[in-house]
């Protein structure tokens, strides 16, 4: 393993806003650090390749602020993984694939950090080999994105996701049906915040842990599984409305 690089206070602030906090608790992805760290508010450099140093001086990197990355970054290199990145791609189009993706890898985490693709497609699946979907990643309506929501009316979120952060399909007001994998294990608050026609939620029968439902509003939404599944049990416990999958 290579080690990491040395990288000083003077150098970085030629390139990032930054400063020093005493530690980060409670954020919305329920991110916590305990001690002094750095936080790095905005991107100010001209390159169009930029590397993220895992320690800045004897002090870790622990956060990247919201839209800290300009739109005419190409491409991150994360020097690890073990950090809080709050939205900071949302402004990254040139970051995007052919289908409109824009994703990051920080250590093993494979991230999807936004959208820019077709809008008006009415089924949005999310691409394999992604671990984590951002904060408002597929959310429209937040100060970079000043319009109305996706489009999309069905969303099938792959085998392999295990988290999905904070109002990440925010306003989506066409948003029906969400198909949800067996690897899901956390769920951020908010997540389809402002869809008020979301009636269908499919949970794989290989589930094991389905209690991130309990930051989901589920009033007149009918959760669809396997009979016997955790997510019967779980719709029996809190009085929700399920259906047997019969796909």
Not at 6 to 25: F, H, Y
Not at 40 to 65: R, S
Not at 93 to 107: C, H, L, N, P, V
Not at 168 to 191: H, I, R, W
């Amino acid at each position: 393993m290579d080690a990491p690089k040395k990288v000083t206070a003077a150098e970085m602030k030629k390139v990032w806003k930054l400063s020093k906090i005493p530690g980060i608790e409670n954020t919305i992805s329920g991110f916590n650090y305990n001690g002094d760290c750095y936080y790095l508010e905005k991107y100010i450099g001209k390159e169009t390749h930029v590397f993220v140093p895992a320690n800045i001086g004897k002090y870790p990197v622990k956060q990247i602020g919201y839209s800290a990355l300009p739109s005419y970054v190409l491409s991150v290199e994360f020097e690890t993984g073990d950090l809080e990145i709050c939205c900071s791609f949302k402004k990254c189009t040139e970051m995007a694939d052919d289908s409109g993706f824009i994703t990051f890898r920080a250590g093993n985490r494979v991230i999807a950090g936004g959208y820019v693709g077709d809008d008006t497609i009415k089924t949005l699946i999310i691409p394999e080999g992604i671990t984590e979907i951002y904060q408002e990643a597929f959310s429209r309506g937040v100060p970079d994105f000043p319009k109305t929501g996706y489009g999309f009316e069905n969303v099938i979120i792959p085998e392999g996701i295990t988290n999905i952060g904070y109002h990440a399909f925010k306003n989506c007001p066409e948003l029906e049906t969400v198909y949800l994998p067996s690897t899901l294990q956390y769920f951020d608050l908010g997540v389809f915040l402002y869809c008020p026609k979301l009636k269908s939620i499919h949970i794989s029968e290989n589930a094991k842990n389905v209690n991130y439902l309990d930051r989901l509003n589920l009033n007149n939404i009918v959760l669809f599984s396997k009979k016997g599944s955790p997510v019967e049990a779980y719709a029996i416990k809190n009085n929700c409305l399920f259906e047997e999958a019969t796909d």
